[in-house]
């Protein structure tokens, strides 16, 4: 007799896989929400919670805190709100250690993350850190210190895995997002059609940036220049693409005490940027995304006083417009702190709208520093970076 013996076992279903985003300003809450939209194709079990906004609470991620009002740059802004600053972080500390996430996405927001990275790596939790801080322009000591604290460093240009690699710590480049998302909805020619404009005309647009701090110190400066423009040059257009974390009201502010007529735009940046001849635009991400489609523009920038002068002590780049430094020179003028004046804005972009052959030249060479980004990628790439890290 054969004696069949059958060892019967039960498949206990695996609990979803959960991580843990922490994303403090505007761009880094677009990056998390696009890097978990991807991850939901491959994995539409997966599940995330964190700190956030807008954009990663429409993809579908758990936001435990909303972050918009703690996206401040500079030492004297960032004191200011450092009470709600150290309320977000044990917050967040305290939720990652209740919570014990499959992995912990911090995206940006460096110091803040940093010290949230440290709080997890203590707990055995995985840390994905996502866009390097600028250690080729300042403290790159810095790198060290960020790799004790994280399993894997992605970074968003290709000469930033060097740092890294010196020092043996996990390191992936893994293309801009910009290149991926910097899309136009439409053709120019029907853009500009949308928004009332006159395809004849030279247009202008305004950036004065994402955080209300940037709006409040640079778009009266910018307004001032618009106004210098309708008197020189009267038959410029005005176009401003109202970022999300920005109010109404807030631009309402400035706006209703000009008579320059400057169209307001919700939710479409890049077919108004698209529409434009010339920008002014703030530095940052947008100076980038000015870039990717290739339009002339001048790089503003004011700070409180004191993050200014401590930024010059510390800063060893020349240049703090993304599209200089990826070229490696100055292709773009830069207007900085008392350089950043209503004369100075108003004069280079006319120029920039009258030297044609001053115009393209500049067009030349950002069509360079978009080659130089490669073919994008970004989110589907971090897609696949936290899956292979996942446990």
Not at 310 to 326: A, Q, S
Request: hydrophobic letters at 45%; aromatic letters at 8%.
């Amino acid at each position: 007799m054969i004696d069949l013996c059958f060892n019967h076992r039960t498949t206990v279903p695996q609990p979803p896989k959960r991580i843990f985003f922490s994303a403090g300003e505007s761009s880094g809450d677009q990056h998390a929400a696009n890097m978990f939209l991807e991850l939901k194709k491959s994995r539409p079990d997966i599940k995330a919670l964190g700190m956030g906004s807008q954009k990663m609470a429409q993809a579908g991620i758990d936001i435990r805190y909303d972050s918009a009002n703690i996206g401040v740059i500079g030492v004297v802004e960032v004191i200011k709100q450092y009470a709600e600053i150290h309320r977000a972080l044990n917050l967040m500390k305290q939720l990652v250690a209740n919570e014990r996430p499959d992995l912990l996405v911090c995206v940006d927001y460096k110091e803040f993350n940093f010290k949230l990275a440290k709080y997890a790596k203590q707990l055995g939790i995985k840390v994905l850190f996502y866009v390097s801080p600028q250690v080729w322009a300042w403290r790159p000591g810095r790198v060290k210190k960020y790799g004790a604290v994280i399993d894997m460093m992605a970074v968003i240009f290709p000469f930033e895995t060097q740092y890294y690699q010196a020092e043996n710590i996990p390191v992936r480049y893994v293309g801009h997002p910009s290149v991926d998302k910097v899309h136009p909805q439409y053709a120019k020619s029907e853009a500009l059609q949308q928004f009332g404009l006159d395809a004849t005309k030279p247009v202008v647009g305004l950036l004065p940036g994402s955080r209300n701090n940037e709006i409040k110190r640079l778009l009266p400066v910018m307004i001032a220049a618009a106004e210098q423009l309708q008197v020189t040059l009267p038959n410029v257009q005005f176009i401003l693409p109202q970022a999300d974390s920005i109010s109404d009201a807030l631009l309402s502010n400035y706006l209703q005490h000009t008579t320059t007529v400057i169209k307001c735009v919700k939710n479409q940046p890049y077919d108004v940027i698209q529409c434009c001849d010339a920008v002014m635009t703030t530095s940052g991400t947008a100076t980038l995304e000015v870039a990717l489609l290739a339009v002339p523009m001048v790089i503003v920038y004011k700070l409180a006083a004191m993050t200014y002068w401590l930024g010059r002590l510390l800063v060893n780049t020349p240049f703090i417009g993304l599209p200089n430094i990826i070229a490696g020179k100055s292709i773009i003028k830069e207007l900085i702190q008392h350089e950043a004046s209503a004369d100075n804005m108003a004069n280079e972009i006319k120029r920039i709208l009258t030297d044609i052959e001053y115009q393209q030249e500049m067009r030349n060479h950002l069509t360079q520093v978009k080659q130089a980004l490669g073919q994008g990628g970004g989110s589907k790439n971090m897609a696949a970076l936290a899956l292979e890290m996942l446990p």
